[in-house]
């Protein structure tokens, strides 16, 4: 078994989507931790500041039409992997990420204005929080964290040129595209041990049978030998 051979690099493939696909869990879990912000910048705690009521709509409205497509796209996984191929199921999973990664980032364009120095080190240490996630869901398919990080940076960015960042925009400018380059080093080598792992399995796998044959055919040898021996 060549674990170089082009059908072996596809089923490793494969097992990676699985893997970052994950359960319906990781498509739902953001709707909590994003109606608890919207609540929190809504005025309801004055130190963090009090963020446009439209702004917040739009904002969780897009939180959860991007939890159900994605839900959508899971279930469809579930049900038809084999009906698509490796590259249509890596390039969904970069949409569904890539859209989330952008409307995470997007929470800095949405709050930022309205909020207090502690609400914007609030926005700050989430929008970092989200991206240790995605290295914890998405590291096994660097594809697809690069996208996501890409997008959470580039939201990020746009939203403080558009609103502006104050005292904060320095920093941000810098700590942000430093961490997530840091993350993303980090998320490859993740990626790079799950393929020589997941290779490994499959090798294991593949000497497994291997070896039941050669037993199966030595054990059938020494019946057909027992058969014709002299009595």
Not at 16 to 25: D, K, N, Q
């Amino acid at each position: 078994m060549r674990i170089s051979s082009r059908s072996v690099n596809s089923r490793i493939e494969r097992e990676l989507i699985r893997i970052v696909f994950g359960s319906w869990t990781q498509y739902a879990d953001a709707l909590p931790f994003a109606s608890a912000l919207a609540l929190a910048m809504s005025g309801l705690f004055p130190v963090l500041g009090r963020a446009p009521a439209g702004a917040i709509a739009i904002w969780l409205g897009c939180q959860i039409l991007c939890s159900v497509c994605a839900l959508m796209v899971w279930r469809l996984h579930q049900q038809h992997e084999r009906r698509a191929t490796n590259r249509a199921w890596l390039g969904r999973l970069c949409v569904i990420w890539g859209v989330r990664g952008a409307i995470w980032g997007s929470l800095i364009g949405t709050f930022w204005t309205g909020a207090t120095p502690a609400g914007q080190l609030l926005l700050c240490t989430l929008v970092l929080g989200v991206m240790v996630s995605s290295f914890y869901a998405l590291a096994p398919c660097r594809i697809v964290f690069a996208t996501n990080l890409g997008a959470i940076l580039l939201s990020v960015i746009g939203s403080l040129v558009v609103v502006g960042g104050g005292p904060f925009a320095a920093m941000i400018g810098i700590v942000f595209p430093a961490f997530a380059l840091i993350i993303l080093s980090y998320g490859l080598q993740h990626s790079a041990k799950y393929r020589a792992a997941i290779a490994l399995r499959f090798e294991n796998e593949h000497m497994t049978r291997v070896l039941a044959r050669a037993k199966r055919s030595a054990e059938q040898a020494n019946l057909a030998r027992a058969d014709f021996s002299p009595i």
